[in-house]
């Protein structure tokens, strides 16, 4: 059974710092890795999303990374801002459904 | 990527009652899935629900308790049912397009 791990639970940090959330997951027999944002009470956006063969993806400030064989992802956010304040989750793919991690809550600092 | 509203956005029920949360998607998909997200949980899935077939439901998840209706390929019904203060959660559907999931706002329903 897939088992995703993300670390740290909370994180906080001012505003225009660069940081990196961790993602880790049992099972490398996966499809792909999805991370996903949730401000408070509401839904998930999806931020980034790696393919099984791919190494990283970028979208904007975003840096995701996967090592498929370690079982491992990270998410670089750089030059933090105050809007980058929410739950951020990632979610493994194996066989069409997503298993999910316990989220990173990140607070940026002003 | 796809759009998807759901209906209600919250609500408050009492304890014995059922709530049917409705999702739309703005294209044809094959694939819904509705989730669970309990009070500072991480999501878990409920079910996979495919167009013209039974849905098929996760460990833990009956379909008594939670029936499924996908009558098209934009638009499916998620039914919690006999609701008890446990059932207070944040519900989600979502599709996969491409092997890209997209979720809803998701329905935030208490029970009391």
């Known amino acids: 059974k897939q088992e995703v791990t993300q670390i740290p639970a909370a994180l906080s940090v001012p505003e225009g710092e660069n940081l990196v959330l961790n993602c880790s997951f049992t099972d490398s027999a996966i499809y792909n890795l999805q991370w996903f944002r949730q401000d408070p009470g509401k839904g998930l956006t999806s931020l980034l999303l790696?393919?099984?063969?791919?190494r990283e993806q970028t979208s904007g400030r975003l840096n995701a990374s996967l090592d498929k064989s370690s079982g491992r992802s990270t998410l670089y956010i750089a030059a933090s801002q105050p809007g980058d304040s929410a739950t951020y989750l990632c979610?493994?793919?194996?066989?069409?459904?997503?298993?999910f991690g316990t989220g990173t809550r990140l607070t940026i600092i002003p | 990527s796809a759009v998807i509203s759901q209906k209600p956005s919250r609500d408050i029920c009492q304890r014995g009652t059922s709530l049917t949360i409705q999702c739309q998607v703005d294209?044809?998909?094959?694939?819904m899935f509705w989730y669970r997200q309990q009070p500072g949980q991480s999501l878990t899935l409920i079910a996979t629900a495919n167009q013209g077939s039974e849905a098929t439901y996760e460990s833990g998840f009956v379909i008594d308790k939670f029936p499924i209706s996908r009558p098209n390929l934009t638009f499916s019904t998620l039914t919690v049912s006999n609701m008890s203060p446990e059932d207070s959660s944040i519900y989600l559907c979502?599709?996969?397009?491409?092997?890209?999931?997209?979720f809803g706002p998701g329905t935030r329903l208490t029970v009391l």
């Open positions: 294209s044809q998909v094959t694939m």
């Open positions: 790696i393919q099984s063969s791919q």
């Open positions: 979502s599709v996969g397009q491409l092997n890209e999931q997209f």
């Open positions: 979610a493994v793919n194996g066989n069409e459904k997503l298993t």
